[in-house]
């Protein structure tokens, strides 16, 4: 499966943005997915996962109660929305799909191009 994101941008603190992450070559409705995120000079650090069946999610602490991952199978299509954005949230934001998830881990088998957030206060 191939992996496009898409969606960042440059923009104030305390909006919403939603990144999207569009899917080629197989159906994300079989596959597991997640992002993660790496900012300047930083590692990449998980952000959100979502199980292929049954719509279990989960969210890293720095984005819980901000951020929801949602797929729309028909566009095959996974989005990342992100509320009250902070200055920290500045960062190339990557989906993930596949792989396996631990309970409080995500390590995908394919990953996708990155999109840049950059959040000014």
């Known amino acids: 499966v191939q992996l496009q994101a898409s969606g960042g941008g440059s923009v104030q603190a305390g909006v919403s943005l939603r990144l999207s992450c569009a899917a080629s070559?197989?159906?994300?409705?079989?596959?597991?997915m997640g992002w993660f995120r790496q900012a300047p000079g930083k590692e990449r650090d998980f952000v959100a996962y979502r199980r292929w069946s049954g719509g279990y999610t989960y969210y890293a602490d720095s984005v819980k109660g901000r951020s929801t991952i949602s797929r729309d199978i028909a566009k095959n299509t996974v989005y990342l929305q992100m509320n009250s954005l902070k200055p920290e949230d500045t960062a190339v934001y990557y989906c993930?799909?596949?792989?396996?998830?631990?309970?409080?881990?995500?390590?995908?088998?394919?990953w996708g191009q990155g999109t840049l957030v950059t959040v000014s206060s």
């Open positions: 993930a799909a596949g792989g396996s998830f631990t309970g409080s881990y995500y390590y995908p088998a394919y």
């Open positions: 070559g197989r159906s994300i409705g079989t596959y597991d």
